[in-house]
């Protein structure tokens, strides 16, 4: 009996965590997107240089947007298959019948909980480099035009 209610706890627990993890998400989502709005809403109707930096940095904000959702669904990801993991190893440590059982539970949970930690830092690291790269390509594409522009200029002077 005792051990049905504290599994039905803990799956409880696990569903909130998980609610209030994607509840987070969500929100920095929209004031990410609010953000943007402001930024961009300030524009207004500028020179074709204007529009060109507008444009590059347009871009740049759409990689980075596309790059933050990449790695929002990852830690959703992670801390889904964390909370059901954690589950399972908690039903386990309940059944246990001796403290060798529940020590060896424990170490295995350890070690695989740690390897799966490292494996999506590692996965969220390269997601990240990537998303740098892509963001900063439109931006660094511009400022070398910018520079042709400005040689020209110079040249025709």
């Known amino acids: 009996m005792k051990t049905e209610v504290m599994k039905t706890e803990v799956k409880k627990a696990a569903a909130e965590g998980l609610k209030n993890f994607e509840t987070a998400v969500t929100a920095a989502k929209d004031k990410a997107a609010k953000a943007s709005k ?36 990852e830690l959703s990801g992670y801390a889904r298959h964390s909370m059901e993991q954690t589950v399972e190893v908690t039903t386990k440590l309940i059944s246990a019948k001796t403290l060798d059982e529940v020590i060896k539970i424990n170490q295995a949970y350890a070690k695989t909980a740690f390897e799966a930690l490292v494996a999506n830092a590692t996965k969220i690291s390269e997601i990240g480099v990537k998303v740098s790269n892509e963001a900063f390509q439109p931006l660094s594409a511009h400022v070398g035009a910018t520079f042709v522009k400005l040689a020209k200029t110079k040249q025709a002077a």
């Not at 930096?53 to 990449?70: D, H, I, P, Q, S």
Request: glycine share 14%.
């Open 38 to 73: 402001a930024l961009y809403g300030a524009v207004g109707d500028f020179a074709e240089f204007g529009k060109e930096n507008a444009a590059a940095v347009t871009k740049a904000n759409a990689a980075l947007a596309e790059g933050f959702e990449v790695i929002g669904k």
